[in-house]
């Protein structure tokens, strides 16, 4: 059974920082790439940022870049957002997702986590 834990969301001021960190656990041979999405009440679920499987390449969406910072710990299988400067325009449920596999023959499988809120407001 694989599950994916997300942690570190609360309320925070406008330009205030969270950290969201994101743990995998379970029978997991290998991880390939790692992300965060967030979704506000009313909109479709967004992609903020995804990290490759060695963390050398990251993403960001455009309304993130330069405050958000993705990074991963493969040791622990665990990735996080470091989200700085943040608005209220970033209240949303953030969830963690993982393209995983589970033996050295399976598919790669896409799980996700739970969801964790952060909420900017004064």
């Known amino acids: 059974q694989v599950q994916l834990v997300e942690s570190g969301g609360g309320l925070v001021q406008p330009g205030g920082s969270l950290r969201l960190s994101c743990a995998a656990s379970?029978?997991?041979?290998?991880?390939?790439?790692m992300g965060w999405y967030r979704q506000a009440p009313g909109k479709q679920r967004e992609l903020v940022a995804f990290?490759?499987?060695?963390?050398?390449?990251?993403n960001y969406a455009d309304s993130v870049k330069a405050r958000f910072t993705i990074s991963r710990h493969n040791a622990n299988n665990t990735v996080y957002l470091q989200m700085n400067s943040l608005k209220p325009g970033d209240t949303a449920r953030y969830y963690c997702?993982?393209?995983?596999?589970?033996?050295?023959?399976?598919?790669?499988?896409?799980?996700w986590g739970q969801g964790t809120q952060v909420t900017v407001s004064s």
């Open positions: 379970g029978s997991i041979f290998s991880i390939n790439a």
């Open positions: 990290i490759t499987a060695d963390g050398g390449s990251t």
């Open positions: 997702n993982a393209e995983l596999r589970l033996t050295l023959y399976a598919h790669v499988k896409a799980y």
